[in-house]
């Protein structure tokens, strides 16, 4: 009965947080522009306004793939919250972006199917550094699950400093924000064209935005995780990670794929391997 509360209080509350994270997201980004910007809860606004519009798709499997986008992403968040298998997490996620990538490969839109691409490569880039992390913090605590994880007797990030670096590095990816955000832009700077989301419009598009709530949610909680020995330096670690996310996403320019695989595979898989070798010889040889 427990599980089946906190479940219900999961739904609810996530996606209220990342509603208003976005919200702040906007008006920092606002602000940084010179501008006034969005009231906070502007995304709210624009969420309901997609979900009063009628439904028209192109293809009618749209609807199915951006309905598992957002399943896949709440899954994600619960199974997290309820301190379950952190490398089964891991996998549902990938299923999250593999329907949202299915979804834009469903209609003939070339600038939908070419953010389509973008986005596999992107997960191309990043998925391996996710993998060094879990297994990096099952060499640390012996387990994957996140019960287990948190009983460990010290911060996470002092025996993972490299790993948070290079998770920090790919989170710029997930959150598709400059200069990675090379499959769509949650900010009207960068384009006018949405990439990947291009075919998507109404509830539909309203189920995939909720669904990048939920996945914000999740990504903060990652964050949490090396600082979880303590709740208020957790709170501190995710508010100075996050903005400095939107100071990077407002001080620089979309790279190339090109340059993006290079950089995370040499830089930031570079650093997740170094960590995970430090802590393989010091948990498993020593």
């Given at each position: 009965?427990?599980?089946?509360?906190?479940?219900?209080?999961?739904?609810?509350?996530?996606?209220?947080?990342?509603?208003?994270?976005?919200?702040?997201?906007?008006?920092?980004?606002?602000?940084m522009?010179n501008?006034f910007?969005?009231?906070?809860?502007?995304?709210?606004?624009d969420?309901?306004?997609?979900?009063?519009?009628?439904?028209?798709?192109?293809?009618?499997t749209?609807?199915l793939?951006?309905?598992?986008?957002?399943?896949?992403?709440?899954?994600?968040?619960?199974?997290?919250?309820?301190?379950m298998?952190?490398?089964?997490?891991?996998?549902?996620?990938?299923?999250?972006?593999?329907?949202?990538i299915?979804?834009?490969?469903?209609?003939?839109?070339?600038?939908?199917?070419?953010?389509?691409?973008r986005?596999l490569?992107?997960?191309?880039?990043y998925?391996?550094v996710?993998i060094?992390m879990?297994?990096a913090?099952y060499?640390?605590t012996?387990?994957?699950?996140?019960?287990?994880?948190?009983?460990?007797?010290?911060?996470?990030?002092l025996?993972?400093p490299?790993?948070?670096?290079?998770?920090?590095?790919?989170?710029?990816?997930?959150?598709?924000?400059?200069p990675?955000?090379?499959?769509?832009?949650?900010?009207?700077?960068?384009?006018?064209v949405?990439?990947?989301?291009?075919?998507?419009?109404?509830?539909?598009?309203?189920?995939?935005?909720?669904?990048?709530?939920?996945?914000?949610?999740l990504?903060?909680?990652?964050?949490?995780?090396?600082?979880?020995?303590?709740?208020?330096?957790?709170?501190?670690?995710?508010?100075?990670?996050?903005?400095?996310?939107?100071?990077?996403?407002?001080?620089?320019?979309?790279?190339?794929?090109?340059?993006?695989?290079?950089l995370t595979?040499?830089?930031?898989?570079?650093?997740?391997?170094?960590?995970?070798i430090?802590v393989?010889?010091?948990?498993?040889?020593?």
């Amino acid at each position: 009965m427990k599980e089946i509360w906190i479940t219900l209080a999961t739904v609810i509350v996530a996606p209220l947080v990342g509603g208003v994270v976005t919200g702040i997201d906007r008006k920092i980004t606002a602000r940084m522009q010179n501008r006034f910007g969005p009231p906070i809860l502007q995304p709210f606004y624009d969420l309901f306004k997609l979900f009063s519009k009628e439904t028209i798709v192109v293809s009618n499997t749209q609807i199915l793939y951006a309905f598992l986008f957002l399943v896949f992403n709440i899954v994600a968040v619960v199974m997290f919250v309820l301190k379950m298998d952190l490398l089964l997490i891991l996998f549902i996620l990938a299923f999250a972006t593999t329907a949202l990538i299915l979804g834009a490969m469903a209609t003939n839109s070339p600038y939908s199917r070419i953010g389509a691409h973008r986005e596999l490569i992107s997960v191309l880039a990043y998925e391996p550094v996710l993998i060094a992390m879990t297994v990096a913090i099952y060499f640390v605590t012996g387990s994957f699950n996140i019960e287990d994880i948190l009983k460990h007797n010290s911060f996470l990030i002092l025996d993972l400093p490299f790993i948070f670096i290079a998770f920090s590095y790919v989170l710029t990816i997930k959150l598709r924000k400059s200069p990675f955000d090379l499959s769509t832009s949650h900010h009207g700077h960068q384009e006018l064209v949405k990439g990947i989301t291009t075919e998507f419009a109404g509830p539909v598009l309203g189920l995939i935005e909720l669904g990048h709530w939920y996945e914000l949610v999740l990504l903060l909680l990652f964050v949490w995780l090396f600082f979880a020995k303590n709740i208020f330096v957790a709170i501190a670690a995710i508010l100075i990670c996050y903005f400095l996310e939107i100071v990077i996403d407002n001080i620089s320019a979309r790279l190339t794929w090109k340059i993006m695989l290079q950089l995370t595979w040499s830089v930031a898989f570079g650093f997740a391997l170094v960590n995970l070798i430090w802590v393989y010889i010091k948990y498993r040889l020593l």
